[in-house]
């Protein structure tokens, strides 16, 4: 049974920085691209950044710069690391295969205060 588990949101300030983690158990994770997506508050839900499995890296416009996407194959997991925080990247992140594919884990909140 395919589980994802997220960890590492929090509150911080505007301009700090937090690092996310996604652990995925009972995967082929090594063959899989991988994506951070997160979710605000009344809006839809939407990719972040994504890596496939030679390393290649995408991430949005409004993120470049600030958030960093990268993967262990062997420890089966994702991470996120997000500086320079902004009250707008508030939301629960969550980490999935691209395309979708496995079932949604509970999701990391990640709250930036002004």
């Known amino acids: 049974q395919v589980q994802l588990v997220e960890s590492g949101g929090g509150l911080v300030q505007a301009g700090g920085s937090l690092r996310l983690s996604c652990v995925a158990s009972g995967t082929f994770f090594s063959i899989n691209t991988m994506g951070w997506y997160r979710q605000a508050p009344g809006k839809k839900r939407e990719l972040v950044a994504s890596i496939t499995n030679a390393g290649i890296i995408n991430h949005v416009d409004s993120v470049k710069g600030r958030f960093t996407i990268s993967r262990d194959n062997v420890k089966k997991t994702v991470y996120l690391q997000m500086n320079s925080l902004k009250p707008e990247d508030t939301a629960v992140y969550y980490c999935?295969?691209?395309?979708?594919?496995?079932?949604w884990g509970q999701g990391t909140q990640v709250t930036v205060s002004s």
């Open positions: 999935n295969t691209l395309p979708t594919y496995y079932p």
